[in-house]
């Protein structure tokens, strides 16, 4: 049997899904699949629970373990055409296209940034995680060492990366959020989030930096340097001081796009009023001090095609 027909993915349900059918956790944890999708896929046998297989109906408790086995599965369509922008005798850095995911996840295995490096390079281990819809600089290290030092470096904040983002409105020249994100409860999504300047349940201290690089007067071309790294700090911030982010279905004009998204019902209007076809984020340049050179080196990875026509616009080129 192949290394991919084995793949089984596996979590642990926590506290916040506790209570619900099995079923409706999925629909809401992975909306690559419908409701009823997912009812077809248990009753095939691909989900278990500690080690069983369950009904739709299924109750989940805190702490039960959930093992996902999707046999093949046709992947969607990504952008393959990452590029090389260093390679040491430890890492390599890449621009990362969006679109691409980093890690096997969902239907997602042979169509992401993992499984296309190993292909040319062998095992490989991406140390720093971008959002599947962001582009940008990804690290990749070469051995297990090299990842375990490499991911320090992140999990320690000693490293500086600056993105750039596009969001609608007239943004500040200069502007720092420094506050805390914690569940948007407001939303009708259950994993948005929002930013808010008071800490509240669950909260977590964020702070980011902001300085404005050109706007017509309705979108702006923003660089944004996060000070923590926090899931979806940049855009639930942004989205939140009322500035959403072109392309953004979640973080974007309105979270309704994203429900209609997930369900396949997106119109071209949708598409329209987000004016790019994914989120319009980038992580343009990463610098730390290279435990292997021993000198502090910087990376930038120039702007994808699917973005520089919002740039030319903001910035009136």
Not at 223 to 236: D, S, V, W, Y
Request: hydrophobic letters at 35%; a positive charge.
């Amino acid at each position: 049997m192949s290394f991919e027909e084995q793949r089984i993915v596996e979590s642990i349900i926590s506290p916040e899904a506790d209570g619900l059918r099995l079923d409706l956790f999925l629909r809401t944890r992975f909306t690559y699949r419908s409701r009823n999708e997912w009812q077809e896929a248990i009753r095939r046998g691909e989900l278990k629970i500690n080690g069983r297989e369950v009904r739709a109906s299924k109750i989940l408790r805190a702490g039960d373990r959930l093992s996902f086995n999707p046999g093949k599965t046709e992947e969607p369509e990504v952008d393959t055409e990452w590029t090389l922008i260093h390679e040491s005798e430890r890492y390599l850095v890449i621009n990362k296209p969006g679109q691409l995911p980093a890690h096997p996840s969902g239907r997602f295995f042979k169509h992401t940034l993992w499984y296309l490096l190993r292909e040319k390079y062998g095992e490989l281990h991406i140390v720093n995680r971008l959002d599947r819809e962001t582009s940008g600089i990804t690290i990749a290290a070469k051995d297990a060492d090299a990842a375990n030092t490499l991911s320090g470096l992140f999990a320690c904040r000693r490293t500086e990366k600056k993105y750039l983002a596009f969001v609608f409105g007239r943004f500040p020249e200069t502007l720092v959020a420094d506050g805390f994100l914690s569940d948007d409860r407001k939303s009708r999504v259950r994993k948005k989030r929002r930013f808010s300047e008071k800490a509240g349940y669950g909260s977590e201290h964020v702070r980011t930096e902001f300085r404005l690089l050109g706007t017509d007067g309705e979108l702006s071309a923003v660089e944004a340097i996060p000070k923590t790294g926090r899931l979806h700090q940049i855009r639930a911030t942004l989205c939140s001081l009322g500035y959403p982010m072109a392309g953004d279905k979640l973080y974007g004009p309105d979270d309704a796009i994203y429900l209609r998204y997930i369900e396949s019902r997106m119109t071209e209007s949708d598409s329209a009023r987000l004016l790019v076809g994914r989120q319009a984020l980038h992580a343009s340049e990463l610098s730390f001090l290279c435990p292997y050179a021993n000198q502090k080196i910087i990376f930038k990875a120039p702007l994808p095609n699917d973005l520089s026509g919002l740039y030319c616009r903001c910035l009136g080129v």
